[in-house]
């Protein structure tokens, strides 16, 4: 983010103490104006009442919060430009889809005729028009969710806050949704804050991420530096799947590392070090997609390898996921395209060989 | 937390919203509910005299002008030493106790059937619980007068069908007592009962005897223990009421039929002895102050737990 | 049908039977042309037009049904207020010594709750003057006191039911918060109130203990008449008047629960 843009939401310093409990601990957050942000956690890490921190539905116990520049910390949420859409949509029951639309904007008195206008247009724009006299009990999950997106946006806000916006859709319909969602925000503009579980929901969506844990946030960034430039255990175990192991530090300087890593065969050097290391325990990190499974020896002398067994494999009709335990014991799950239609080569108790690139390799601290 | 709670401690103007609301309710609950406890509390320390009202002043004012004052034990002592007092308490617990027991023993399967019955029966039968509900609970004590009397119709219906060949003295004894409590307090038994029923999740059921349990156990083991808290309430809510009863002793007790409730209302209105009949009223109130207490307690842990 | 059911089924019988059979047999006997119980007359209505021609009784049933529609009024208002604070509010100064005053009516025995009203009132008499006459007035506010309580929990448990979220998205949507209760909370919770101002009118009409210790000279409400005739033995009329309740009753109960099908319907339409 360059230093010409402010940000558009500043969170400084805030945490929210439930007693002696610390849901949300001194985290601080810039989100860029017309960003697709997301805050991604396990149920627990405190990313449902940051998020509410920001709608106003809970005060901070400590810290500020800024939007576009003015402080919101203690505004109630009727004055805040910010609208939060509830991951049980939250209908009004006893009022029509078309009334629930209009209601903020019944709140702001705004004209009649007005109302009837922008409601139309809305219902439209989430492809609902017809829908305008059914009440929320006549709706299904998807158009229930449609009704609230168009509850939250019909009010223009500068932030819309989204609770776990797909977690009760099924597959299908949450894939279509994703981008349906992607659209939206492009063309109104709006920041999203989007807060999930789903880390694939957070990777499709998002334009960066914060992994949260225990109230604190563990890394920030965009998706793709989140999945192959983890800052910690935590994060590369979090997102996906990967396979750790073991290792020692030998020798580290500006050029290159060199570890010792039983699992990966002996002794391994890495180029360009994203930091000197200093620690002699060290983890290594590989992606199963970034390992390649082969019955023939691979070729190029440069590449490391190691040899093992397929003790496991599972089919998913566009990728294989193989387990493979090498001949030091280790378990590497390595999992490949399905780019050949053609009969599987690699079976159950065939001898394969697994390589890697250097640079696929990533240096944790323990 | 709701944000509701939050919001209305944001302005002036929403906080005096807040404060209306509190205090309007609690305002005319502390005047009258719990002051007129207090006053029975203070009168039962005071002597009866012949006078309106007929009791000594709590404050009284000596020759020299100073308030001074007046309280006497007198009447807890009078209770105390009056052998009656003491067993028409434990006969009002009994009482209300044995009938709290059989109209459960009654009301649980009532509940239960209800609670399985495919739905549009369901309905049916639960408004068939509630319509008595609604009827007049002195009519229907009324009712089992012109049945229970020496010459009423259940008497006359066992003798015309030759099954007994004397009248049964049913009406004004214990027995008629029981039959009307149980009567009238099983809507409130089924109730409560039902409410639990009817949540309870049959998979859990169908888990049990999958796993080997016969139709008796998955009852003992499954259903009887989560419906305990519907027992509990049903319990509560017949048993601490029919304590004090006073209607169905009144209307089908006989002499001999003690009951406390009974015992206060005639102390008050007929000796006019009112020290004597707080007096009463605040051991009653002493003695079902735990069962209360246990009572809220359970209505707030069953509201939580729902939320 | 296996022993299980057999069971239930009989005592799901018994159960209706001995609820209803006392109710079928008052029904019956307010038409016994004869005043005995054990002997039969023959159909006859007279007890009826003895029962409408009766002014005292008439009097009486005006005064109750006056005071009930009151006393049901004020309560529903005053319990919903209640029921939210105490499902709303999680903590306020004095909320343990709140959620007692509200249990405790639903439970304690009403001749201790009688007594202790009528005693208010009498110090409250010698204190200030008022109420100088008891009657409608201190027969009203007592009904009205523990009516409340019934409201508070019927209200208080429908709105934990009730998810949070949606008074939270009216408060984001732009509704301060008395608002919020107004537009989306009390139009939820309104069968509830219903339900709530039906419970306190019944509860009122049938009330004999506590009216007998706070009226008054003149204030005869009709439990407290109908209970001073029927102390002496069984009384005809009164027949009459328990079967035209019933019938009200009925009728009530039938129109409630033909509503709330209604209802049901409407819902499954897609």
């Not at chain 1, 449902?48 to 919060?65: H, S, V, Y």
């Not at chain 1, 059914?134 to 229930?144: A, C, F, I, V």
């Not at chain 1, 999992?335 to 390799?361: F, M």
């Not at chain 2, 307690?297 to 729902?306: A, D, I, V, Y």
Request: net charge negative; with cysteine; glycine share 6%.
């Amino acid at each position: 983010m360059n230093d010409n843009e402010k940000a558009f939401i500043e969170i400084r310093g805030i945490s929210k103490y439930f007693g002696d409990f610390a849901a949300v601990y001194k985290v601080d957050l810039d989100i860029k104006k017309g960003e697709l942000f997301s805050i991604l956690g396990a149920s627990g890490s405190g990313k449902t009442t940051l998020l509410r921190m920001m709608a106003g539905l809970e005060i901070p116990t400590e810290g500020k919060i800024f939007i576009d520049g003015i402080d919101m910390t203690n505004v109630p949420p009727y004055r805040r430009p910010v609208n939060i859409m509830f991951q049980n949509y939250a209908l009004f029951p006893h009022m029509t889809v078309f009334d629930n639309i209009a209601y903020g904007l019944k709140k702001e008195g705004v004209a009649k005729d007005i109302i009837q206008e922008r409601v139309s247009k809305m219902l439209t724009l989430v492809k609902l028009s017809e829908y305008g006299k059914r009440k929320p009990n006549q709706l299904s999950g998807g158009q229930s969710q449609r009704v609230a997106l168009a509850r939250s946006l019909i009010k223009e806000p500068k932030v819309l806050l989204l609770d776990e916006p797909l977690a009760a859709l099924d597959k299908k319909l949450r894939q279509s949704t994703q981008f349906e969602l992607i659209d939206i925000q492009e063309e109104l503009g709006v920041t999203f804050v989007i807060v999930t579980h789903d880390q694939e929901e957070a990777m499709t969506l998002s334009d960066r991420i914060a992994v949260m844990e225990e109230g604190e946030f563990v890394q920030i960034g965009a998706p793709n530096l989140i999945y192959e430039h983890p800052k910690n255990k935590f994060v590369a175990d979090f997102i996906g799947n990967i396979n750790m192991f073991d290792a020692t530090v030998i020798d580290s300087n500006e050029q290159d590392v060199s570890i010792h890593c039983e699992a990966l065969g002996g002794d391994i050097v890495l180029q360009k070090p994203s930091h000197a290391y200093n620690i002699k325990e060290i983890s290594v990190a590989l992606r199963p997609e970034k390992v390649m499974i082969d019955k023939q020896q691979p070729t190029d002398e440069n590449i490391d390898f190691v040899t093992g067994i397929v003790e496991d494999f599972g089919y998913f009709g566009n990728l294989s996921i193989y387990r493979v335990r090498t001949n030091n014991g280790q378990i590497i799950q390595v999992s490949q395209q399905n780019r050949i239609r053609s009969e599987h080569t690699i079976k159950w108790a065939d001898e394969v060989y697994l390589s890697w690139e250097s640079d696929s390799l990533i240096l944790l601290e323990s | 937390m709701s944000g509701l709670l939050i919001s209305l401690d944001n302005s002036f103007r929403d906080r005096l919203w807040k404060n209306t609301i509190v205090a309007i309710p609690y305002l005319w609950l502390l005047l009258f509910f719990l002051a007129p406890f207090l006053i029975v509390l203070k009168i039962s320390l005071a002597d009866p005299i012949v006078a309106q009202p007929p009791f000594t002043p709590l404050f009284q004012e000596s020759e020299n002008g100073s308030f001074s004052i007046f309280t006497t034990f007198d009447n807890y002592l009078y209770l105390f030493q009056d052998s009656l007092y003491f067993v028409t308490y434990l006969n009002s617990v009994k009482l209300a106790f044995i009938s709290t027991i059989l109209a459960l023993l009654i009301g649980y399967p009532i509940a239960y059937g209800i609670a399985r019955s495919p739905q549009p029966t369901r309905n049916i039968l639960l408004l068939m619980v509630v319509i008595p509900f609604w009827i007049s609970f002195l009519l229907r004590v009324y009712a089992w007068m012109g049945i229970l009397k020496t010459k009423g119709l259940l008497n006359g219906f066992l003798l015309w069908t030759g099954i007994i060949d004397q009248p049964l003295e049913l009406l004004y004894t214990d027995t008629a007592v029981y039959i009307g409590m149980i009567y009238s307090y099983l809507p409130f038994m089924i109730l409560p009962l039902y409410a639990n029923l009817e949540k309870l999740d049959i998979r859990l059921l169908e888990a049990a005897s999958d796993l080997g349990a016969k139709r008796w156990e998955v009852f003992k083991d499954v259903t009887l223990p989560l419906s305990v808290p519907g027992i509990i309430a049903g319990c509560c809510l017949m048993f601490i009421p029919a304590i004090g009863e006073y209607v169905i002793p009144a209307l089908l007790g006989g002499a001999d039929t003690l009951m406390i409730g009974r015992v206060l209302f005639d102390e008050f209105f007929l000796n006019r002895d009112w020290p004597v009949a707080s007096a009463v009223a605040i051991v009653l109130v002493l003695l079902l102050v735990l069962p209360i207490v246990y009572f809220q307690k359970r209505q707030n842990e069953e509201l939580l737990s729902e939320s | 049908m296996n022993k299980r059911s057999t069971f239930i089924f009989s005592m799901l019988c018994f159960g209706f039977a001995f609820l209803y059979i006392p109710i079928l047999l008052v029904i019956i006997y307010s038409f016994n042309d004869s005043r005995l119980v054990t002997v039969w007359g023959g159909w006859s209505i007279r007890w009826y037009i003895e029962l409408l021609n009766n002014e005292n009784i008439l009097n009486a049933a005006l005064l109750s049904f006056r005071i009930a529609a009151i006393s049901a009024t004020v309560a529903t208002i005053f319990g919903t207020m209640a029921g939210l604070i105490l499902a709303r509010l999680r903590a306020f100064k004095g909320r343990l010594l709140f959620t007692g005053m509200i249990a405790a009516p639903l439970v304690m025995p009403e001749v201790i709750t009688g007594l202790a009203l009528l005693l208010l009132f009498v110090s409250l008499q010698n204190l200030i003057g008022w109420p100088s006459q008891r009657g409608m007035n201190t027969i009203t506010i007592a009904h009205i006191t523990f009516s409340m309580a019934y409201v508070a929990v019927i209200i208080q448990s429908r709105l934990t039911e009730i998810n949070e979220s949606l008074e939270e998205a009216a408060l984001d949507l732009g509704a301060r918060p008395a608002r919020v209760i107004w537009d989306i909370t009390l139009p939820i919770i309104l069968p509830a109130m219903v339900s709530g101002w039906l419970l306190a009118f019944t509860l009122s009409l049938d009330d004999l203990v506590i009216s007998s210790f706070v009226s008054g000279p003149g204030a005869t409400t009709l439990p407290m008449l109908i209970f001073s005739k029927v102390r002496l033995g069984i009384a005809p009329d009164i027949n009459a008047l328990a079967t035209i309740l019933i019938l009200l009753v009925t009728i009530g109960v039938g129109i409630a629960g033909w509503i709330m099908h209604r209802q049901k319907q409407s819902k499954t339409i897609s």
